[in-house]
């Protein structure tokens, strides 16, 4: 059993910051990227950022650049989303997601292994 448990959500201010954590726990399982993605209210789950757990390498959709950062610690098992300049639209249910081979990294389907998600609530 893999699971994914996500942390660091929360209300805030329009500008303000928040940190994501995402530490995955359970049976080792192999691992290409971590990903995570958010759900609004009424929208479908959207690609936030991914990062392949090897290399390092990122993503980011277009909305968020330049604002949050996706990170890893592979000693913790742990990846973490650093959102900073937040906007009310950054309101939703961020996921944590785990994929265990290549492929269209913006895309959910891909992605095998997923958190309960944390509530961020960005006020205007």
């Known amino acids: 059993q893999v699971q994914l448990v996500e942390s660091g959500g929360g209300l805030v201010q ?24 958010c759900e609004a209210p ?32 592979k000693a913790k098992n742990t990846v973490y989303l650093q959102m900073n300049s937040l906007k009310p639209e950054d309101t939703a249910v961020y996921y944590c997601a785990a994929a265990q081979y290549a492929g269209t990294y913006y895309v959910a389907k891909n992605y095998d292994y997923w958190g309960q998600g944390t509530q961020v609530t960005v006020s205007s």
């Not at 479908?44 to 950062?69: H, L, M, N, P, Q």
Request: some cysteine; aromatic content about 14%.
């Open 14 to 37: 329009t500008g303000g910051s928040l940190r994501l954590s995402c530490a995955a726990s359970g049976r080792t399982f192999s691992r290409y990227a971590m990903g995570w993605f």
């Open 42 to 73: 009424g929208k479908e789950r959207e690609f936030v950022a991914t990062i392949t757990w090897s290399g390092g390498t990122t993503a980011y959709a277009d909305s968020v650049k330049g604002r949050f950062t996706i990170s890893r610690d």
